[in-house]
Nanobody
Framework: QVQLVESGGGLVQAGGSLRLSCAAS????????MGWFRQAPGKEREFVAA????????EYTDSVKGRFTISRDNAENTLYLQMNSLKPEDTAVYYC?????????????????WGQGTQVTVSS
């Protein structure tokens, strides 16, 4: 079993930056592909970014390409999401999740363990 704890959310003005972290417990972090998802009020949870076990393969939803960067530090059991040029429409609760397999996926149904989420609010 893996426990995930997100941090780094907060309130930021449009155009600003935030860096989210996801700390994983246990020794199996490097065995999982990882993903970031977000959920705004009244909306379904949506895919943001994913990264392979080694970190060599990344993928992003179109709306964040060129602004967000997903990365991981397997030695520190930590996943990151660097978010730049934030927009009000990025406002949501952000979740990290694990996926069995080498690479990530945009489907939340393919992820097994989830964190509790961290709130990101972007003001206009």
């Amino acid at each position: 079993q893996v426990q995930l704890v997100e941090s780094g959310g907060g309130l930021v003005q449009a155009g600003g930056s935030l860096r989210l972290s996801c700390a994983a417990s246990g020794r199996a972090f490097s065995r999982y592909a990882m993903g970031w998802f977000r959920q705004a009020p009244g909306k379904e949870r949506e895919f943001v970014a994913a990264i392979s076990r080694s970190g060599g393969i990344t993928e992003y939803t179109d709306s964040v390409k060129g602004r967000f960067t997903i990365s991981r530090d397997n030695a520190e059991n930590t996943l990151y999401l660097q978010m730049n040029s934030l927009k009000p429409e990025d406002t949501a609760v952000y979740y990290c999740a694990t996926r069995n397999g080498y690479s990530g996926s945009s489907s939340p149904h393919e992820y097994a363990y989830w964190g509790q989420g961290t709130q990101v609010t972007v003001s206009s």
